[in-house]
Structure formats: structure tokens, C-alpha cells
């Protein structure tokens, strides 16, 4: 069992950041992928960044160059620094991970923390 905690969301004007952070705890495997969903009322779940056991990042082309997926040394905590806020950024964000390779497919993920809000306004 894994238990994914989300922090950070918030209201921001557009061109501003956040950053959210991601507490996990329980049995997490060596091999492993970590990752950032977002959903908007309506649409369907889709992957934001994803990061895999050897360090490796993955970004959807809405958010590269703009956000980054990064672990801190020695924890299980996992962050997305998000930079250049758009509206279109606006959604609900989660945690998830799942025991093999990162996917973009949010339906293979194993574990989902409760999301966390983002809300940029223009």
C-alpha cells in the first residue's frame, strides 16, 4: 500500500509559479514511475510530467520548458515546480505512481493522492 499526499495548489495570476509537492509513504518498490496528472471538470485525466526510478523526466508539450519534475535527495517527495502559469493550467493535480516504467495512460497508474488545486487567473 502507498499513500500519496498533495501540497502546494493555490490561486496565482498568470505568469506566476507554484509549487507542488508530493508526500509518499508505505511500500514503494525499486522500480517505479512518479507522476503529475491534471483534470478540468469535463475532460478526461492527462499526464503533466513524469518521472522514473533512474531520474529521468518526462514532460507533455503544454508544460515543457515551463514545468519541472524533481525528487528531493533522500525522501520520498516528489515536486513540480510550475513557472509561467497560463489559464489553461487551471485544473486539479495529482500524485500518482505506479510499479514499472512511466506511461502516459493515467488509467495504469496504481496510487492516486486527492489532488490539489490550481487556479491561475489571467
Known amino acids: 500500500e502507498v499513500d500519496l499526499v498533495e501540497s502546494g495548489g493555490g490561486s496565482v495570476q498568470a505568469g506566476g509559479s507554484l509549487r507542488l509537492s508530493c508526500e509518499a509513504s508505505?511500500?514503494?518498490?525499486?522500480?517505479?514511475?512518479m507522476g503529475w496528472f491534471r483534470q478540468t471538470p469535463g475532460k478526461e485525466r492527462e499526464w503533466v510530467a513524469l518521472r522514473d526510478v533512474s531520474g529521468a523526466a518526462k514532460y507533455a508539450e503544454s508544460v515543457k520548458g515551463r514545468f519541472a519534475i524533481f525528487q528531493e535527495d533522500g525522501k520520498n517527495l516528489l515536486h513540480l515546480q510550475m513557472n509561467s502559469l497560463e489559464r489553461e493550467d487551471t485544473a486539479m493535480y495529482y500524485c500518482?505512481?505506479?510499479?514499472?516504467?512511466?506511461?502516459?495512460?493515467?488509467?495504469?497508474?496504481?496510487?492516486w493522492g486527492q489532488g490539489t488545486q490550481v487556479t491561475v487567473s489571467s
Open positions: 500518482a505512481t505506479r510499479s514499472s516504467i512511466c506511461v502516459g495512460n493515467w488509467k495504469q497508474y496504481d496510487y
Open positions: 508505505g511500500y514503494i518498490t525499486s522500480k517505479f514511475c
